[in-house]
């Protein structure tokens, strides 16, 4: 079945430090992938997202690219602020699975200090 | 646009008492709902999802008698948990997809349920 893998976390970062969370996936067909942040108490809110190969998704100064190859969709920002503290989650979706089934990895916990 | 809603976000009952949840997408026909339960510090575990008048699918390991969800508008669901036991304190997220937002779900704020 699908699958996703985050690097576990917590991830802590000084302000303006560059980010990299890893983010690798199997799956059976040809998902669109997906990052959603989720600040404390919360609900998911997406931060971006690519539906084919070699895709880059970006969003407020976050982005990934989809790696067919590696199975990858990494994210990465090149200067962190202490407002992008929260937990993010890799997620794909099936193509063609009927209605849009979400399969999420387990969150990474970004904690950025001043 | 593309807003999710959940009612209440935050509630606290009882032992022994239903306690009914409601999932609302306020600017789009939501036709497929999913609901999410997630731990502290985990990901989200799906529950169960439900298309606008048909049953919900329920995910190995939930009971359906215990989580009873409804969806029975374009723009309306709910997930009622019954006879609440403090097991069952948890974060509760909807999301919602529409026929148009292809292979993207809209997700709700959450309810927090705390079961004395």
């Known amino acids: 079945g699908d699958s996703v893998t985050q690097m576990e976390g917590p991830v802590t970062l000084s302000e303006e430090a560059f980010l990299t969370i890893n983010c690798t996936y199997t799956?059976?067909?040809?998902?669109?992938l997906f990052w959603y942040v989720q600040y404390p108490g919360e609900g998911l809110q997406l931060l971006l997202k690519?539906?084919?190969?070699?895709d880059k998704g970006s969003n407020k100064g976050f982005e990934a690219t989809y790696r067919k190859e590696t199975t990858s969709f990494h994210l990465e920002k090149g200067s962190v602020q202490v407002s992008d503290s929260a937990v993010y989650f890799c997620?794909?979706?099936?193509?063609?699975?009927?209605?849009?089934?979400?399969?999420f990895g387990g969150g990474t916990r970004l904690m950025v200090k001043p | 646009g593309a807003v999710v809603s959940q009612h209440p976000s935050w509630v606290i009952c009882k032992s022994g008492t239903s306690v009914k949840i409601e999932c609302r997408s306020l600017?789009?026909?939501?036709?497929?709902m999913f609901w999410y339960r997630q731990f502290p510090k985990q990901s989200l575990m799906l529950m169960a999802t439900?298309?606008?008048?048909?049953?919900?699918?329920?995910e190995q390991g939930v009971e359906k008698d215990k989580f009873l969800i409804n969806h029975a508008s374009l723009t309306l669901s709910t997930l009622t948990v019954t006879s609440a036991h403090p097991e069952d304190s948890s974060f509760y997220i909807c999301?919602?997809?529409?026929?148009?937002?292809?292979?993207?779900?809209?997700f709700g704020p959450g309810t927090r349920l705390t079961v004395l």
């Open positions: 439900s298309n606008e008048g048909s049953k919900a699918t329920y």
């Open positions: 799956a059976t067909g040809y998902p669109s």
């Open positions: 690519a539906t084919k190969a070699d």
């Open positions: 600017d789009f026909q939501a036709t497929t």
């Open positions: 997620a794909l979706s099936e193509s063609n699975n009927a209605g849009n089934m979400l399969t």
């Open positions: 999301s919602a997809s529409g026929s148009s937002s292809y292979n993207e779900q809209f």
